[in-house]
Nanobody, 117 residues
Framework: QVQLKESGGGLVQLGGSLRLSCGSS????????MNWYRQAPGKQRELVAS????????TYVDAVKGRFTISRDSVSNIVYLQMNNLKPEDTAVYYC??????????WGQGTQVTVES
């Protein structure tokens, strides 16, 4: 069973930056996309950013466009989320997700991001 593990979360001031990393214990079969989700207290988990496995196309939720960048290192199986100009509303637990056409969803345990104003 492939496992995902996030790192890079923490406490940052308004306007600061963080880079999240998602490592994989192996290769996900029939991978469709790698994604970052977040869940703030009392809110549903939302998709923040995606990167397509086939062509590298990236998509973002409107709230983070122009501030967040998802990227991947296919050799090391690491997916990154560069987060700039962070705002208090970005405070959440961030989850790495891998979506497989055959096996469905793989999830990491999450990493806390807290932005202080």
């Amino acid at each position: 069973q492939v496992q995902l593990k996030e790192s890079g979360g923490g406490l940052v001031q308004l306007g600061g930056s963080l880079r999240l990393s998602c490592g994989s214990s192996g290769r996900i079969i029939s991978l469709r996309s790698m994604n970052w989700y977040r869940q703030a207290p009392g809110k549903q988990r939302e998709l923040v950013a995606s990167i397509d496995e086939d062509d590298g196309t990236t998509t973002y939720v409107d709230a983070v466009k122009g501030r967040f960048t998802i990227s991947r290192d296919s050799v090391s199986n690491i997916v990154y989320l560069q987060m700039n100009n962070l705002k208090p509303e970005d405070t959440a637990v961030y989850y790495c997700n891998g979506l497989s056409n055959l096996m469905g969803d793989y999830w990491g345990q999450g990493t806390q991001v807290t932005v202080e104003s």
